[in-house]
Each structure stands twice: as C-alpha cells, then as structure tokens.
C-alpha cells in the first residue's frame, strides 16, 4: 500500500509537471482577467487612461447600465442579429447538408468548398463582404448595375449605407461564412440516422416531407439545440463583423440620441474601453455573462421539458 501511495504520488507531480504550462497560461490570460474584470467593474473611469489611478465607485456601473439607453439599444440590436442569424444559418447548414448527403457527382469537393469560409479570419471575410457591398465599385454593385441600370440601390447607397438594410447584410454575410461547420455537423448526425428507419416509413407509405418532419429532425434535436445555444453566445459575443463591416453605423435617431443600427451589445463594450471606461465596460461585460447565463439556462429548461414531452409519446 505504501508502495501504490508513493507511485501515485509520483504519478501525480509528473502529470502536474505536463500541465503546469497550460495551467499557467490558462490562470494568467483567462482566470485572472475574468476575476480582475469584475474587481475593475466597482471603480471609476480614470483621467489618463491608466489603471493606476481609479476611484472606488461601488455599485454606479451596474446602477449607470440601467438609465443607458445605448446600452439597451445594443442590446435589442443583438437580440434582431441573433432572430435572424440563427434561424437563417440552421436553415442554411440543414440545406446543404441535405442537399451533400445524397450521391452528388463531386460532394467532397463541395463540402470541403462550403466548409473553406469558415477557417477563414473573420475580420477577413468582414473586409472581403464589404468590398462586395460597396456602391459603385463592388461587385454586388457592379453586377446590379449592368443587369438594370447605375440608379439602383446597390449602386448608390449600398447595403452596408442604409440603416434598414446593414445589420441584414452582415447577417447574410456571416450565415454564409458559418454555414459549413454546421453543415458538417447535420452531415455526421444524418450519416448516422439508421437507413431501416426510412425503410420502415416508405413500407407505411410516408411522404418526403413526413419522413423528415417525423424522423429526420427529431433525430437532428441535438444539432440543432447545440447550433441554437452557441448561435446566442455568438451573437452575444459578435463584434468583429460588426468592427469590419460597418462600425457600429449606419447612424439613426431614436428618441432624441443618435444610435449606431448595427451596434450591437459587443461592439458597444468595445466603445467604452476604446473611451477608456474601464470599470463602466467591465461591469457591461458581467451584465452579458449573467445574460447570457439566463438565456442558456431557459433554453435548457425549455428543451429538457421537450425532451420529457417526446419520452412520454
């Protein structure tokens, strides 16, 4: 027994030995911030950009998110992103994973080429969408113009220059770029959905559609709830395409203060550090986590609740 305590001992420390420089880079950039973030979220902004020298304000972040009307029109700016970028991508992943699942002439080259977009940076598929949209010499533009004439919206103000039409475009533009993770997730889930399943429905005489609405997206449930819990996250989280693509604008006017219509929650935590509010985009920052927290902790309620409901059938 001695023995076995001194060799597991042993075993230990050299395990700890292995991990001592993830776990030392995991405590500096990740444990530490998170804990210094909200130690920064009770103090006040500084005059010189330095953290050296702030003043304790207690809870007057957290009271100041509150009255902030920016904040709060972030806020439902990223709850209109992620309505239409997690519908639209689920859509769009299920579509193509459908359409590569079948005996397509050249499917692995299609998958690996709807798949590419989604390794790429995201701050550089910002700048290539962009250049896309832009009047008069993007493509979009360009092509517009010679299917109907230079006087058309594509080719004067742009998707990325109206108010009413930006934040879709950026939608479109990152359910496109995304669309392949997903698609590759649909494929392995569809891959493994038993072929006797089908077969049993086709001798019950069911439909296409039926077959898919009774058993392919059950049997998706847990790919979709997986892209539906990480679609929040993400649009709680976006702010590169927003930084790449239109800065927070078009500007808009809504009761008496100018707003940016594509600045969502991220890109306006951005600002106030950019400004130097430090302690002010901390406590914003806490306020996201603990919205986010609800929110995934509802859906799973809601799902387990369905899950409970299908068990029970």
């Not at 509010?277 to 914003?284: P, Q, T, W």
């Amino acid at each position: 027994m001695y023995l076995l305590a001194i060799t597991s001992s042993k075993d230990t420390a050299i395990s700890f030995g292995f991990l001592s420089p993830f776990l030392l880079f995991f405590g500096v950039f990740l444990i530490f911030p998170i804990f210094y973030s909200f130690y920064l979220s009770f103090f006040g902004s500084p005059t010189d950009y330095s953290l050296a020298n702030l003043d304790f304000v207690g809870l007057s972040n957290y009271f100041r998110i509150a009255s902030d009307m920016q904040f709060w029109w972030s806020l439902g700016v990223t709850a209109l992103y992620g309505l239409m970028s997690i519908p639209l991508g689920i859509g769009a992943s299920l579509a193509l994973a459908l359409l590569l699942d079948n005996k397509l002439f050249g499917k692995s080259f299609f998958r690996s080429a709807f798949f590419l977009p989604n390794v790429l940076d995201m701050l550089v598929v910002g700048v290539i969408w962009t250049l896309i949209y832009a009047p008069k010499f993007g493509a979009l533009a360009q092509i517009t113009t010679w299917l109907f004439s230079e006087d058309n919206f594509f080719n004067t103000t742009g998707l990325l220059g109206s108010p009413m039409t930006a934040l879709f475009a950026v939608v479109i533009a990152m359910v496109l770029k995304g669309a392949g993770f997903g698609m590759v997730l649909f494929l392995a889930a569809l891959q493994n959905i038993p072929e006797a399943v089908y077969e049993a429905a086709d001798i019950d005489g069911a439909t296409e559609w039926q077959k898919f609405k009774h058993i392919t997206v059950p049997l998706l449930r847990p790919i979709i709830t997986f892209m539906v819990i990480t679609g929040v996250i993400g649009s709680l989280n976006a702010f590169t395409e927003i930084y790449a693509m239109t800065s927070g604008g078009p500007q808009v006017v809504i009761a008496g203060e100018t707003v940016g219509s594509t600045s969502v929650a991220g890109y306006y935590l951005f600002k106030q550090f950019d400004a130097g509010n430090y302690g002010y985009a901390a406590a914003i920052s806490y306020m996201l986590l603990i919205i986010t927290l609800g929110i995934t902790w509802l859906q799973q309620r809601f799902l387990n609740r369905e899950n409970g409901k299908e068990a029970r059938k």
